[in-house]
T-cell receptor
């Protein structure tokens, strides 16, 4: 069965500093990977996705993620964070065997400190 | 473009009362539909999903139920609410054979 691990439950970072949010997954077949962002009291918004092709994926708001098959990772990065990036971030995985369901990680709370 | 609506936005209900949350999607046909619950400070728990009218899959046994009376309408119900039903309920949709999901704004349910 698929699973998603987000090693850091909370990440504080100063404004304009770089940030990396870590995500590891377990799946034995080809995977599809996603990062979602959730602002307080709102639904989730898709940040970026990896379906195939280039392992470096660029998303909205200046975020990018790199798919690493050998390390089964899909870490999210931003070179310079802004106060408005303060939110909960969820990594998610699906595969061809269960395309109609997505497994979400527990989330990482990013706090940007002014 | 596609949009997804949920209502109500917030709800306070006493223990033992019934529940009905509604979700509708516009701008697409035959979507997959999902209900998630998010407890305070925690991740998403998939409750139900549907790949078509009248087709409901339950992921977690509980006192909740779901129905899909129309192609783009998904309803979450309960006959008698428990305190543990409190949380943030999210509806989502995806295209057939598509992998990314799109979420509604959510309903904050407090059971007192």
């Amino acid at each position: 069965a698929q699973s998603v691990t987000q090693l850091d439950s909370q990440v504080p970072v100063f404004e304009e500093a770089p940030v990396e949010l870590r995500c590891n997954y377990s799946s034995s077949v080809s995977v599809y990977l996603f990062w979602y962002v959730q602002y307080p009291n709102q639904g989730l918004q898709l940040l970026l996705k990896y379906l195939s092709g280039s392992t470096l994926v660029k998303g909205i708001n200046g975020f990018e993620a790199e798919f690493n098959k050998s390390q089964t990772s899909f870490h999210l990065r931003k070179p310079s964070v802004h106060i408005s990036d303060t939110a909960e971030y969820f990594c998610a995985v699906s595969d061809q065997a269960s395309y109609d369901k997505v497994i979400f990680g527990p989330g990482t709370s990013l706090s940007v400190i002014p | 473009s596609q949009t997804i609506h949920q209502w109500p936005a917030t709800l306070v209900q006493p223990v033992g009362s019934p529940l009905s949350l509604e979700c509708t999607v516009e701008g697409t046909s035959n979507p997959n539909l999902y209900w998630y619950r998010q407890a305070a400070g925690r991740g998403l728990q998939l409750l139900f999903y549907s790949v078509g009218i009248g087709q409901i899959s339950s992921e977690v046994p509980q006192n909740l139920s779901a129905s899909r009376p129309q192609d783009r309408q998904f309803i979450l119900s309960s006959k008698k609410l428990l305190l543990s039903d409190s949380g943030f309920y999210l509806c989502a949709w995806s295209g057939q054979h598509s992998y990314e999901q799109y979420f509604g704004p959510g309903t904050r349910l407090t059971v007192t």
